[in-house]
């Protein structure tokens, strides 16, 4: 069977991962399966450079095949921020303290001023070959309180005005329909199988 190491801890993520690739006869692996995970210093300036770290320490320490992802959420009225400090806006890893940051930053944005763009990148490595490297992205805006139960992250606040739905208000199928990471994956999935025969 195929296999894909997902370079990420993040389930969120992953299941995102697998509700595309496992479809595809992929057998799909994240770093939570593994019994020792290599340490990962994500300090690239932007999203493609750390998915590049990630996914290239991963494949040379662990000599196999690995997709990393590496997003954010960028918000124009404050600049692009959180950016690529999205994970860890709020300090810790915590989705709940990073959406009420966000919220409070933008206590006083008007509606029409609360638009953002989710990002992400995507990096596959293999041993001896150049990366292949895709991007995503989707526009749309931040409410001024959480709705919707699914998803991770930022999901709750990230509001779609032509589906008047949060990404939390979306099924898994449904958000990688319109998603960043759905787009991006289906540029992978359009690049893939030339990038492993050429290079
Ligand atoms: O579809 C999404 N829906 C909601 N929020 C999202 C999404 N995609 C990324 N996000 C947020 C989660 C995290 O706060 C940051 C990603 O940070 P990022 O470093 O790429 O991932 P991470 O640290 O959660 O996992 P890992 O590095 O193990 O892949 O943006
Ligand atoms: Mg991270």
Redesign the pocket.
Known sequence: MKKILI????E??AR?FRAFFEPKGFKVET?NGLKEVPEII?NGQTFEE?ALI?AQSLTDVLQTVVV??????MVDAIGGEPGIY??R?AGD?D?NA?NKKLLDKLRDVPDEKRTAT?H?SLVVTRIGKNPLVVNGDVKGKILKKIRGDD?????PL?YLPELDKT?AELTPAE?NKV???GRAIKKLSEKFDDWWVKE
């Open positions: 370079a990420t801890k993040n969120g993520k995102e770093l994500e750390n990630k990393a992802d590496d997003s954010g959420l999205s994970a806006y890893h989705d990073n989710f992400t998803g991770f992250g930022y999901d990230f990404f958000k998603s960043h990471r």
